[in-house]
Structure formats: C-alpha cells, structure tokens
C-alpha cells in the first residue's frame, strides 16, 4: 500500500475520535458569545413551537456545499420505525441515505462523507451532543452540517446543541416539510 493510500485510510479513521474514553473538550464561550446564543436559543424554542423545526441564520454556523449528487444524508436514529420513517421521506426527495443507530456506525457513516447528518440526541450507546462536539472538534468534519432531530425541545437542549454548532434543531416527530424545508435551507 502506497503512503498516500495509508495516508487517506487513516484521514477517514475516526474511531478513535468517536471512541468514548477519548476526551473531547466542549467549546468555551464567552459571556457575550453565551448571552447571544441564549436570545438565538429563546427564537429557536418559539420556531420549533411555530414550525417544527429552527435552522440557524447566524453565519457562525458550518455551512457547504454538497460534494454528492443528489445529496447523502446520514441519518443517525435508533428508532428503526422513525428511522425507516425518516429514510422513506428523504428517498422520495431525492436524497441519498445512510443510516446509522449507534456510535460505530456512525463512524462508518461519516466516513462516507455525508453533506449533512440529521442526529438525534438520544442514542444506546452515545450522546448526541457529545457527537456533535466531536464532529465540531475534529477538522475534516468541523464544517459538516448537522441538524439536531430529537424528542428534547426544551430551551436547554436547544442552546446546547447551538453552543455545539449545531446548524439547527428539529423536534421529533418532525413534520416532513418542516424535515425538508430545514434540510434545504442547511445545504443551501
């Protein structure tokens, strides 16, 4: 095997990253970061009441293009008829779908390179939050966007998902335009 191939082999090894006995620090915020994420946290618990769904519309948020044609979602849900559910809406509008259900497929999901990963909070073996903190820490993921898709949808849970970089937070059950409608405006 060529260096270059152990070299991309090894970019796309995230088990250790997603291993839970590696430590990965949370972000620190400022009082004046944390202050600006409490209003964003305050509309988003009113859009999630309104709509089903809130994106952010701060420019701090990870945002890119899709590199896959049509766009492949990684649908991180443990819930095989929510699951199936989600799939089912996503393939009908025309995007690719992995799905993954615990912490080691999500890190064979990842290493598909999704354009977006749609993660619930809630999971068997891990913590959605900490996912989303380590996607944000390690650098060839730290623009990946993701959306929050979870039961929790307590002003809390939203501000920790923005404090994480979450590009936005969906309460389950979602609606599937609101699902799409967030989706679209995150890979726009």
């Known amino acids: ?48 009441t309104s709509n089903g769904y809130f994106v952010r519309l701060f420019p701090d948020a990870p945002k890119r293009q899709p590199v896959h044609n049509p766009p492949l979602v990684l649908i991180v849900e443990d819930d095989d008829v929510t699951g199936m559910i989600i799939e089912r809406v996503m393939t009908m ?16 999901g990842i290493k598909m390179r999704p354009d977006l990963v749609l993660l619930d909070v809630m999971l068997p073996d891990a913590n959605g939050f900490d996912i989303l903190n380590r996607i944000r820490a390690h650098e060839k993921m ?5 959306l929050m898709l ?28 609101a699902l799409l409608d967030a989706i679209k405006n995150v890979l726009a």
């Open 142 to 146: 730290a623009d990946l966007p993701v």
């Open 1 to 48: 095997m060529s260096q270059d191939s152990q070299d991309n082999n090894s970019d796309l090894d995230f088990t250790k990253h997603f291993n839970p006995s590696t430590t990965v620090a949370e972000p620190v915020k400022s009082v004046a970061e944390v202050a600006k994420l409490s209003e964003e946290a305050v509309i988003g618990e009113s859009k999630l």
């Open 93 to 108: 509008n025309k995007f690719q779908v992995k799905r993954a259900a615990n912490r080691a497929q999500i890190v064979e």
């Open 150 to 177: 979870s039961s929790l949808g307590a002003l809390d849970d939203i501000l920790k998902g923005l404090k994480l970089g979450a590009n936005g937070y969906l309460t389950k059950p979602a609606k599937s335009k």
